[in-house]
């Protein structure tokens, strides 16, 4: 009975060790690509033109000029984000170009700690030409349904982390499910620190090497285990 229990306890935590560190090994391969797309995308030449959706899937953060005009009027405060330990916003700007608009993150400012005081966002809404890198709309960790603003809300409102879908809802015009976000050095921008921060590669080897760590322990303490048996049966 000693020996079935020990198998059964054996087989699920290596299981769920081996499975662990798996993951890790699957996050450290993507954090890799996400970095490696960043820093190739810092040496490539903008592309001009509205973002192609297809070409952001396969090369996150290609850098993208387009010409048009702010939507001043019609600005979203991306809602609780967090940097360099601030709590705040990042500033949305729709930029209106003859192919259609786009959502300009403008970078992130600090909230005002009464959160009825919302922060200066003015931009004016002459025409002009920007560069940017794609990427996908901000996502956060875990989704929180929030309540949406009414029609009827004044502007800027807050939004916690819209889709495309709920963007276009809310400014009664279609903006496809990508942002650009402003280079450093383009004007009327705010704090801008776009590399990703997140947890490094290596990091993520280091618990792998843990969680694998725990399933040899497990292997070398089940094979223990079945010696003594063994040993057992036999006197």
Not at 29 to 34: D, M, Q, S, T, V
Not at 45 to 65: T, V
Not at 173 to 181: C, D, G, I, N, W
């Amino acid at each position: 009975m000693t020996l079935l229990w020990g198998t059964i306890g054996a087989l699920l935590f290596g299981a769920l060790f081996a499975s662990a560190g798996s993951w890790q090994l699957g996050r450290a391969a993507e954090k890799r690509a996400l970095f490696a797309d960043f820093d190739r995308a810092a040496q490539a030449s903008p592309l001009e033109g509205m973002p192609d959706l297809a070409l952001l899937a396969g090369n996150r953060y290609q850098p993208l000029r387009l010409s048009g005009r702010y939507d001043a009027s019609r600005q979203v405060l991306l809602d609780s984000v967090i940097v360099g330990g601030q709590v705040g916003y990042y500033v949305l700007t729709p930029l209106l170009t003859e192919a259609g608009a786009v959502m300009v993150n403008r970078g992130f400012v600090r909230a005002d700690p009464d959160r009825r005081v919302l922060p200066e966002i003015d931009v004016d809404e002459r025409a002009r030409t920007i560069t940017g890198m794609m990427d996908t709309l901000p996502r956060p960790g875990i989704a929180l349904q929030a309540p949406l603003p009414t029609p009827d809300a004044p502007w800027p409102r807050r939004l916690s982390w819209p889709d495309a879908s709920v963007l276009s809802g809310q400014l009664g015009y279609t903006v496809p499910a990508a942002q650009l976000l402003l280079l450093p050095g383009e004007p009327d921008g705010y704090l801008r620190e776009w590399r990703p921060a997140l947890m490094s590669p290596e990091t993520h080897l280091g618990y792998a090497v843990q969680w694998f760590g725990l399933l040899v322990a497990v292997i070398v303490v089940y094979l223990l285990l079945l010696v003594r048996f063994l040993r057992n049966q036999t006197k």
